[in-house]
């Protein structure tokens, strides 16, 4: 699936972790369909992770930026207009992180100090991006911002404990500041809800296996892979998608819209 529909297109791509992550495969798809881009992670991540193979095979150059720090977004905004050569087109949010989800803390049993640093990790980043490349008018016209969200923002998943709370968040900023960013710079904002899966995020999800088998035999189409996901933000970065904004896009193979499946109801009926 190759077609060039983002020649000619720059930005920042954040959150590429390991050959898992989903920016990882985002930054390969945005490559094979001709876009150029900056990679950034938080520095503790870029010292853990193996990102120097993904910018040497997307030709890319890397960033270091906490994304809750707002000098760190602005230097990195400012860096890679100036590697790129102008104005960005496109912007991948790919963070998420939750403290009491990583330490098995219980939803009735929250640390709110953690609770706190996943809300500034996992949502609040969103609106310091999206507030920095907005003041420095670094989009240009009819560019496009996405950042991952998932179901449990609407419906209740347990083991998903505080980061559905997060969620929630980021989709309303999304939102909130797509109003703004469409009105006056004509900038689109969307966030894309995406199947489970196994990466190191994924994996931090209690019970993520049963998660992942029960989503696969709801969906009519199954799971969306990474990969998959990867090529639907390309086309959310490309022209074909220029009046799509403010939307929670669900790329889950139609699970958030099934009631029940016959194998679901197979798999739990007294006689099977
Ligand atoms: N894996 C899933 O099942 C799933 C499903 C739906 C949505 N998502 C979302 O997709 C996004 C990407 O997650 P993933 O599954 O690829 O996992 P991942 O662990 O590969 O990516 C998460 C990234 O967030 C980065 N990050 C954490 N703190 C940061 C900070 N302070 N500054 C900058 N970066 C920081 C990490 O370094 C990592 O690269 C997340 O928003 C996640 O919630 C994941």
């Not at 720059?10 to 590429?16: L, M, R």
């Not at 989903?22 to 503790?44: H, M, Q, R, Y």
């Not at 994304?67 to 977004?73: P, Q």
Request: proline residues 2%.
């Amino acid at each position: 699936m190759s077609h060039k529909i983002l020649e000619g297109k720059k930005g920042i791509i954040f959150g590429a972790l390991d050959d898992q992550s989903i920016a990882w495969k985002t930054a390969e798809s945005v490559a094979d369909a001709g876009g150029s881009f900056v990679l950034t992670n938080a520095p503790v991540a870029l010292r853990m992770g193996t990102i120097n193979a993904l910018a040497e095979q997307t030709n890319s150059k890397v960033i270091a930026a906490d994304a809750t720090n707002l000098d760190d977004l602005n230097e990195l905004i400012d860096q890679a207009q100036e590697h790129l050569g102008g104005k960005l087109d496109f912007v991948l949010h790919s963070i998420g992180m939750s403290v009491n989800v990583r330490k098995g803390k219980h939803y009735t049993d929250l640390n709110h100090a953690w609770m706190t640093k996943g809300w500034d990790v996992s949502a609040v980043s969103f609106h310091k991006l999206m507030q920095c490349l907005y003041q420095k008018d670094a989009m240009n016209p009819w560019g496009s911002i996405v950042a991952l969200s998932y179901v449990a923002a609407q419906r209740t998943f347990p083991n998903y404990n505080d980061m559905a709370d997060n969620k929630a968040y980021l989709e309303s900023i999304a939102r909130s500041f797509g109003y703004f960013f469409g009105k006056d710079k004509k900038v689109r904002v969307n966030t894309i809800s995406q199947s489970p899966t196994l990466t190191t995020a994924g994996k931090g999800v209690a019970g993520l296996d049963g998660f992942l088998n029960y989503a696969e035999k709801m969906s009519p189409l199954g799971n969306a892979t990474a990969k998959e996901c990867a090529d639907y933000t390309v086309s959310l970065f490309s022209d074909y998608t220029r009046k799509v904004t403010l939307q929670n896009l669900f790329h889950d193979g139609g699970f958030s819209n099934v009631g029940v499946s016959q194998e679901i109801i197979d798999a739990i009926s007294p006689n099977s």
